[in-house]
Nanobody, 119 residues
Framework: QVQLVESGGGMVESGGSLRLSCAAS????????MRWFRQAPGKERELVAS???????DYTEAVRGRFTVSRDTVMNTVSLQMNSLKPEDTAVYYC?????????????WGQGTQVTVSS
């Protein structure tokens, strides 16, 4: 059974840190670009960070310099280290795996984990 399970969310004060983890099962992340999205109440889901199969990373401007995405192909996990958190980082964070084989795209999502940053 294919699954992505996020963990590590919670409540933290402004300026604090959290580390989110996403554990994949039923498939190997080696062949997938891995991404973290977030969705705040009343807003659209947005891409926060991505790490490609060859470990190229990218971040949305709002988190660049504060968040770090990494992948562990041995443990089959991807992580998001979030530092200097701000109240505007409050959202549900989702892990996503995507692969394109030249014909079609395979896309998996986790159930999300809540991050709340208090001012």
């Amino acid at each position: 059974q294919v699954q992505l399970v996020e963990s590590g969310g919670g409540m933290v004060e402004s300026g604090g840190s959290l580390r989110l983890s996403c554990a994949a099962s039923g498939f190997a992340i080696t062949n997938y670009d891995m991404r973290w999205f977030r969705q705040a109440p009343g807003k659209e889901r947005e891409l926060v960070a991505s790490i490609s199969t060859n470990r190229i990373t990218d971040y949305t401007e709002a988190v660049r310099g504060r968040f770090t995405v990494s992948r562990d192909t041995v443990m089959n996990t991807v992580s998001l280290q979030m530092n200097s958190l701000k109240p505007e980082d409050t959202a549900v964070y989702y892990c996503n795996a995507e692969a394109y084989n030249g014909l079609y795209t395979t896309d998996y999502w986790g159930q999300g984990t809540q991050v709340t940053v208090s001012s």
